[in-house]
Nanobody, 125 residues
Framework: QVQLVESGGGLVQAGDSLRLSCAASGPFSSPYTMAWFRQASGKEREFVAA????????NYRDSVKGRFTISRDNTKNTVYLQMNSLKPEDTAVYYC??????????????????WGQGTQVTVSS
């Protein structure tokens, strides 16, 4: 059983930065893709970023490209999301998740089976 715990959220102003962390317990990631999703109030959960088992291959939604960076440290069982130049539209609860199947890099919610409890990010204008 894998347990994921996110941290690092908070209230910031537009243009600020935050780094989210996702600590995993139990059999971690390798060779599973790890990802970040977010869900704004009243909206559906959406894909933000994913990192392959070794972190070399990454994927981002268009609206965060160039501003967010996903990384992972498999020795620490931790995944990170560095968020720069934050915008009010980035306000959401951010979740980390582990892919259901190894060796793939999906972006659909249904392709992930382990989820954290989420951490709130609020960006004021």
């Amino acid at each position: 059983q894998v347990q994921l715990v996110e941290s690092g959220g908070g209230l910031v102003q537009a243009g600020d930065s935050l780094r989210l962390s996702c600590a995993a317990s139990g059999p971690f990631s390798s060779p599973y893709t790890m990802a970040w999703f977010r869900q704004a109030s009243g909206k559906e959960r959406e894909f933000v970023a994913a990192a392959s088992r070794n972190g070399i291959t990454t994927n981002y939604r268009d609206s965060v490209k160039g501003r967010f960076t996903i990384s992972r440290d498999n020795t620490k069982n931790t995944v990170y999301l560095q968020m720069n130049s934050l915008k009010p539209e980035d306000t959401a609860v951010y979740y980390c998740a582990r892919a259901k199947k190894p060796w793939v890099m999906p972006s659909r919610i249904d392709d992930y089976d382990y989820w954290g409890q989420g951490t709130q990010v609020t960006v004021s204008s």
